[in-house]
């Protein structure tokens, strides 16, 4: 493995909203974002750890070696005790070739204790307890620390983000040099995320990274300006990759995807691309005979679209996610679902021409369904939330976002639903939580699983809210922007609801 040349870096950059953004260093140390859990595990995953109760209270307590976090980023000097010289690197995976790094016999303390914290089996529980960026200025201690840090268990489910600047070294001459991605393929990562980069710049990366031809699952291009000839190029060599996403992709056109999808792709993701209409479904339901989800944004797709998928699909995709796709109505839903039975998860979000009866559609043929979305869907009134809690028996996951006409009545129907786990009504304008007819929000049987989102519901009071006491299995509540959430009721939420995690 190649050592980065010596130099300064770039500061550690803090998390935000889930995100883990890790500075670029020639040793292919790039940026990593969580991709899995809610914004609220996220933001708790990436906040500083504290000392961990498998260290022994000698260690826990020792003021000379400090655990470092993002809050308080540390030097090799500091942690190893001596002073740091001037420009010494904070945070990378590797150290510079220049810098010493702290042997076991120079850490401070005692000889069980300079033991202990090389002991690789304590090193392997114990690096569990620290965020990704975290483990990036634990794996500059020394090289016991790296070696055990560098194992691929410990990056698992992060996916590295680089953007095209990222992805380059100025020589002194001007010149430019393709960063090493060794760091990346001795960690074992199966899945990157390219921002703005262009053919050439894929080309670079298959040349460079070890893992590229076989060992890369998952690809994503975002705001790039790949062409069909890079997009064909990338799935002819990336032998590997069954999971592929293009985000504001606009120079490829559906020719590109005619010429370059290959039959081992089983999740396709395409968003914000403006040369995607019925062309590119047709090239997509002919050319993934093994596809099981597919994410679509895209605001020329029409009805017809939705009728070309094949028999196999409907037999392999249970994931179809169709956000945006304005042109979509209710003779679609139709297609849809005659062509996808055994879908179970579905969004319609943004869907704004499907209407009550392409639910009622959706709910007698989809009785799989375990999540739907049909968030700024502003025709649905409560007559949908009937249909859905009459024939939707495994529903788990229900969203409703910006759903303008969905009211206290319609929402009474899902008392019945034993399976519902969450239930999302953000700025869900005329919904207050007012108990009729001898229902009230308690009678909803939520479950254990993520929560309920109430975020920016004028109408709910506090009263109203104070009810959701009674959901003892509630594990997430989001009241952000909520008059009725008021300092008092976060109080008696705490008392109440000590398992739940509260979003004011």
Request: aromatic share 6%; net charge neutral; proline share 6%.
């Amino acid at each position: 493995m190649s050592n980065p040349r010596n130099g300064d870096t770039k500061p550690p950059c803090l998390p935000r909203n889930g995100l883990v953004k890790i500075p670029t260093q020639p040793n292919g140390l790039g940026s990593a974002s969580i991709t899995k859990g809610t914004p609220a595990v996220k933001n708790r995953l990436c906040q500083p750890s504290s000392v961990p109760a498998i260290l022994s209270p000698a260690l826990a307590h020792r003021s000379d070696l400090p655990i470092p976090s993002l809050a308080s980023p540390l030097s090799l000097a500091a942690l190893a005790g001596v002073s740091s010289p001037p420009g010494a690197s904070l945070v990378g995976l590797n150290t510079s070739e220049g810098s010493e790094q702290p042997s076991p016999e120079r850490l401070p303390g005692s000889p069980s204790e300079r033991q202990l914290a090389v002991d690789e089996k304590i090193l392997n529980r114990l690096f569990w307890y620290f965020s990704a960026c975290e483990k990036c200025v634990l794996a500059q201690v020394c090289k016991a620390w790296r070696r055990v840090l560098y194992q691929p268990k410990f990056w698992v489910g992060l996916t590295p983000v680089l953007h095209t600047k990222e992805l380059y070294n100025v020589l002194p001459g001007g010149e430019k040099e393709f960063v090493s991605l060794q760091g990346f393929a001795v960690r074992g990562f199966d899945g990157f995320c390219l921002v703005g980069v262009s053919d050439l710049d894929i080309c670079e990366f298959i040349d460079n990274y070890p893992l590229s031809k076989k060992g890369v699952k998952s690809m994503s291009l975002k705001r790039s300006t790949i062409t069909d000839a890079g997009l064909e190029v990338m799935l002819e060599q990336m032998q590997g990759v069954v999971r592929l996403e293009l985000s504001g992709c606009n120079d490829f056109t559906e020719a590109g995807l005619w010429s370059s999808l290959n039959a081992r792709i089983t999740a396709l993701s395409v968003s914000d691309c403006i040369n995607v209409a019925d062309d590119a479904i047709a090239a997509i339901s002919q050319l993934l005979p093994n596809l099981t989800e597919l994410n679509l944004q895209a605001y020329h797709v029409t009805d017809t679209a939705l009728a070309y998928f094949t028999a196999k699909q409907g037999y392999t995709t249970h994931t179809l996610r169709l956000n945006s796709c304005w042109e979509i109505t209710n003779h679609g839903v139709v297609n849809m679902v005659h062509s996808l039975p055994n879908l179970s998860v579905l969004s319609l979000s943004g869907c704004s021409k499907v209407t009550d009866d392409g639910v009622e559609l959706v709910a007698e043929n989809l009785r799989k369904l375990r999540s739907l979305d049909l968030s700024w869907c502003p025709r649905i009134t409560d007559m949908a939330l009937e249909y859905i809690a009459c024939d939707l028996h495994k529903l788990e996951e229900l969203v409703l976002d910006r759903c303008v006409r969905i009211t206290d009545t319609g929402l009474s129907y899902l008392s019945t639903m034993s399976s519902l786990r969450s239930l999302y009504l953000r700025w869900c304008c005329q919904v207050g939580w007012a108990p009729r007819d001898g229902w009230s929000p308690h009678h909803l049987a939520l479950g254990r699983g993520k929560g309920m989102g109430c975020s920016c519901c004028p109408l709910l009071t506090t009263t109203g809210l104070s009810g959701l006491v009674q959901l003892q299995e509630l594990e997430e509540l989001e009241l952000t922007n909520c008059p009725g959430a008021t300092p008092e009721l976060f109080k008696y939420f705490s008392q109440h609801l000590p398992c739940c995690m509260v979003i004011e």
